[in-house]
């Protein structure tokens, strides 16, 4: 699971779509910059300016969830097996069937919250005690839930999404007890003239255990694969140096010969959920200065480490169009709703 951690990669280095940027209005240097003269005539440069620009960028969690979704098995089925130990009374041997219907996902506290639905239908034979010595077959291939009527479990898992200060990411994914739904109504009886029955909710706790005992292992390793993996493939750092050696190269206003330089300073992220999307906000203190002609390209200072929101001077100002690099918008355009 968890392919939302690249996407949030991609979106910390494209920082935003650039058609709709949110926060508040733009500082004056910003919109002077980007009005067009309406004389042949071009206007006084703007002053240079310092500001704190934010972009947000909305992923629908739906898109997310189906992420999740592809990455799980949909079915998964097994043969008769012994259920409780040998000579425990009632004994239940079964087989059975599992389906998964479609994950559900929230945002909250740092995590991502993945609901797993699963449904499975079983057949089982038991046998108990008889109190004159032996055993008595109480079930033959008796079905408990059917693909019609399935038993229900649910598997809620929990990823905490993390990145330190040097920009490292930290995944720790952890799942709880399963949520079983009520056992099926009835009895399990003997035949013939000597008659004792079971109540199927009797025997509900071993068929639980055995069901949880088969799949919690696994998805409890899988889990754990996932986050060493992710936390290995998932460069952010390399990534975002490479947005901020972008930001910082001059790019050309209009037709003219007049240019921007974008000096960022310091760099900080915040992610939350809003509505029915997750929203990645990142945000860059700069200076941003305006020429006539080329500019000779200022040394770009190195990559700092993330800084907290407290720490980011001001309010936070809608970075403009014209100071997102070229080679960043491909990102934008494909993670932007």
Known sequence: ???????????VCGCGDGSEPAGAEASAGAEQAASKPTTSEPGPLP???????SLRVRIPLSAIAAQ????????????MEPLTREGQS?????????????????????????????????RFNARVKSPFGGWLNIAKDEPWGTKKAPQRITLRVHTRVKLNARW????????DAPEHGPPPDGKLCTGGSFKLCVAKSSVAPEVRQRL???????MKQALGEVDQRLQGAVAIRSRLEQAWQALAQPRRLGDGD??????????????????????????????VSYYEGQPQVPATPPFPDRSPLSDLPGERVPLPAELIPPELRPWLQLLSP
């Open 258 to 287: 007049r240019w921007v330089v974008f000096e960022p300073r310091q760099v900080g992220l915040v992610l939350y959920q809003d509505g029915d999307a997750l929203v990645v906000e990142p945000v860059v203190s700069a200076r």
């Open 90 to 122: 009632p004994a239940l041997e079964a087989s059975y069937d599992i389906w998964r219907d479609p994950v559900t996902l929230r945002y909250a506290d740092d995590a991502l919250h993945v609901d797993v639905p699963v449904r499975y239908a079983a």
């Open 1 to 11: 699971m968890c392919r939302l951690v690249p996407v949030i990669a991609w979106l």
């Open 68 to 79: 999740i979704d592809a990455q799980l098995p949909a079915h998964e089925a097994k043969g």
């Open 168 to 175: 490292e990411l930290k995944l720790r994914s952890g799942i």
């Open 212 to 218: 949880d005992a088969e799949i919690m292992p696994r």
């Open 47 to 53: 002053a240079p300016f310092e500001a704190t620009f």
